[in-house]
């Protein structure tokens, strides 16, 4: 595999095009078909920095690379020189020298930004506080797997405005599929990203938008999705959790979905919190094919970036 001429980098959703994004699911379709088929990676070397904690996103990448025939390189940042007694640009300039791409997982989406604007390999974004692109390419690939029409239909998401959130709502306005947030009023996407992804939906004829009724909000889904409603690192607040209660995905509010709608988790879930439990072990539910076809998408993102096709 040779080095593409420009670097490219996944910080964001939007970082690929449409044409790019059917391209790398594509190939990830192919992969979960032939898992051991693709050796490009062999005699190379992939950085997976880590800030927070992660089973999901370091685990699949670490297989993910080795499936591929390369080493991977798992860091946490604590043991790294980086920030303490090194910059972000100086790092970037010296893993480049070393490793063939950077997955980093962080707080500050800048601090990607700025490892990437330093970085002559590829820097993938393995989630910040504002966005979780590895997590969304591969939740429209579960989508897809499913629902093959996929253009037209809604995914609903129930819950904060979140990073998880931002993400789905940008892959699903370059995917064709119109994205539904059942997201109560204080906890509205921050301005700038909300106008971000109304911008991209406007530009591919999709639709974002919010509903504060969450039985309104489910009532034309083809996916619901949820996520945790006291994220890493986040004090337990009774207010919000109050606040986000009326948006539980239990058999109440999945009696008002479509009778075919699949339910989506990016996981860890706080079971009985966000999901129920009979909602998340039964027969609607995706989230453990969603965790899976992480490493199928990476494999496919992480060989798109480095071959440069
Ligand atoms: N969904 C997800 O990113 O899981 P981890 O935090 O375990 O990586």
Redesign the pocket.
């Known amino acids: 595999m040779d080095r593409p001429e420009r670097v490219r980098h996944f910080t964001k959703v939007s970082d690929l095009s449409v044409e790019e994004i059917r391209k790398i699911l594509k190939r990830a379709f192919k992969l979960k078909e032939r898992p051991h088929a693709d050796r490009s990676l062999t005699g190379r070397t992939v950085a997976l920095i880590f800030s927070k904690p992660?089973?999901?996103?370091?685990v699949s990448f670490s297989v993910c690379v080795y499936q591929l025939g390369g080493m991977a390189l798992y860091l946490s940042e604590q043991e790294l020189q980086m920030r303490s007694s090194e910059s972000l640009e100086d790092t970037a300039r010296v893993l480049s020298r070393f490793v063939d791409a950077i997955v980093i997982r962080t707080f500050a989406q800048s601090d990607v930004d700025e490892l990437a604007a330093h970085a002559t390999v590829p820097v993938i974004n393995a989630?910040t506080d504002e966005r979780?692109p590895c997590?969304a390419l591969s939740d429209i690939f579960t989508f897809e797997e499913r629902f093959p029409d996929s253009k037209g239909r809604t995914i609903t998401y129930m819950g904060d405005g979140n990073n998880v959130a931002v993400s789905l709502a940008a892959a699903g306005a370059l995917s064709g599929i119109d994205v539904c947030l059942g997201i109560p009023e204080e906890y509205d996407l921050a301005p700038a990203l909300w106008e971000e992804i109304q911008g991209l939906a406007a530009a591919h004829g999709t639709r974002v938008w919010v509903e504060r009724d969450p039985e309104r909000a489910v009532e034309t889904a083809s996916a619901v999705y949820t996520d945790v409603w006291t994220s890493m690192g986040q004090e337990r607040d009774q207010g919000k959790l109050q606040a986000l209660q009326p948006y539980q995905v239990n058999r109440g509010l999945m009696s008002v979905a479509p009778w075919e709608a699949i339910v989506m988790h990016?996981?860890?879930a706080h079971r009985g919190e966000e999901i129920t439990d009979e909602i998340m072990d039964g027969p609607q539910s995706v989230v453990f094919d969603q965790a899976e076809n992480r490493v199928h998408v990476q494999k496919a993102l992480l060989t798109f970036l480095l071959g440069g096709d």
């Open positions: 992660s089973t999901r996103t370091r989630l979780h997590q990016c996981l860890p």
